[in-house]
């Protein structure tokens, strides 16, 4: 069974491509891709404010796994990624066209760096099974 968490996030992933593939519209574009962004933003809290994350992290030795590290330094590359594609976005809204190879290179490289955060963040979703024992 795949976790609501992990679903929603496949989701707005492929809503995020579809959105690249359909960037011509130049008004919707924006709109999407900063609701994305604030998900991505509010995701982390949700998942602080749901899950167990002293027993898992801390109890059961999990803050030790490479895993995790690995699936933060992801979500770190991605956050940062933003960033300079919101700067990227407001400078190519402002000087046109001169701009967009660099801000589409920078959108293949967030959805592959998404890709990967949801991938191991698939990989560290806590099953049911582990938690009856």
């Known amino acids: 069974m795949i976790a609501g968490t992990v679903l929603f996030a496949t989701i707005t992933w492929c809503v995020m491509l579809a959105n690249f593939f359909l960037s ?10 900063m609701a994305i962004v604030a ?8 998942l602080f404010f749901t899950r167990d994350w002293g027993r898992r ?3 059961e030795g999990e803050i030790l796994s ?3 590290w690995v699936h933060l330094s992801f979500v770190v590359m ?9 700067q990227a976005g407001f400078s190519l809204l402002r000087e046109g066209v001169r701009l967009r190879k660099e801000h589409r290179a920078q959108g293949i490289g967030i959805l592959v760096v998404r890709a ?6 698939a990989l ?3 099953s049911s099974y582990d938690t009856l024992a």
């Open 24 to 33: 011509r519209f130049r008004r919707l574009h924006p709109t999407i891709m």
């Open 39 to 46: 998900i991505d933003a509010a995701f982390p809290f949700y």
């Open 57 to 59: 992290l801390f109890d």
């Open 66 to 68: 490479v895993l995790l």
């Open 78 to 86: 991605l956050y940062v990624l933003y960033v300079v594609q919101i």
């Open 116 to 121: 990967l955060v949801v991938f191991t963040g």
């Open 124 to 126: 560290l979703v806590e």
